[in-house]
């Protein structure tokens, strides 16, 4: 770390390409409480989303970071908003708009239970099990990538699979409206849940990408470097 | 932890009342997948479970620690097995089988789904969520209180309620044929899940003793204490 803030303190300009850019940057799971007792959760472990908020900030951005509960420490220089469900994490991304570019690298649950019980569920006999009823969670990367004054410059989202992995994600840009998805295969059979490394797809209107197997380290910073090719040419 | 070494190094015999003990202690909460990515969880922390194993082997009993997955480290001098979910949980503790006391501080979830998917769970439209059929997990504390050439002569379970919780935890005690429960309240206000205190009651078949409020690693070392004088009692 300090290392690291050696060479921030001499790095010159030109090596902020990304200065001023505001960026927020989801991660991790999220939680979504059953009872007081029991979760849903997901093997996310966040390392990529924070990866790519550090590797944003060193490139000069303003980065907002809003993560679900992971057991990893917030980058330095970032802006560290912690959450547990999906209905907070929207609420902490909306309230970090407008924003110049999104990315969504969270493992947002999908669905939670419609009325989270006040008191824990009690086993009642050998045989019977509670139903529970799942509704659908807010679509952070869907809400962030519709239309309007807010909606930032760019928009990113990931997509964790574990079958058909770029036929899903390239389905998966276009229904939600973002401009590129980072596809990968979370099989565990991978180790990406939790790993160090990452194999990635990147896909954007032109189509597939794919990149080799690198850390999640090296991941993000080829995407903010991406990024920042990206808003050069579009300036 | 060298102190500690140091101790056991000078500690006499009459300091170990539990030599040659065997004890098994299950610890931490189990995770149950729904599929590749997606899992129930609980809040516990493993916290009291871990705390009474290093207590009970301090005393000098020869203790397995059967843990779900947690952030601790497991304490010096136990044979630790770590497992994922509950099926794994009961297979583990059978394992241990024959002990002379079995102490079932995990919180076991009480149900999983019939079948994980093997594939993600793809979200479908707007409107729909995905209905999952739970099932009954195996019933480790009740398991190992069945009567029979290996039934532990202590069974001590445990009991997290978050409201009725002395009359939760006679009915719970009747029920799975253990003969000690520790009950305690865990509804978020009293910060027990993942917190250093804990205030417990301990039913037996004379009642509810409770216990003032005090740290994990003191409510072990007075269990521990008191699993010694009833040994001595019995003996």
Redesign the interface.
Known sequence: EILSAIEDYFSTPDEKPLAGVKTLVTAGPT?EA???????????SGKQGYAIAKAMQQLGADVTLVSGPT?LSPPQGVNFISITSAEEMLAACQNAMPSDIAICAA?V???RVAEPSK?????KN???????????NP?ILATLSQSGPNRPGLVIGFA????HVTE?AVSKRERKGCDWILAND???ATGT?GGDENTLFLIDKNGVNPWHKMTKDAAAKKLSKRIADHLTLNA
Do not use: C, G, M
Not at 36 to 43: F, G
Not at 119 to 123: A, H, R, V
């Open positions: 939680h059953l009872d007081p007792v029991r979760y849903i959760a997901n093997h996310s057991k493992a649950a999908d669905w008191q824990k569920i009690k086993k050998n045989t019977e099990a509670p139903t529970l009823s799942f509704i659908q679509d964790a699979e574990t079958e899903n979370v099989s565990p849940f």
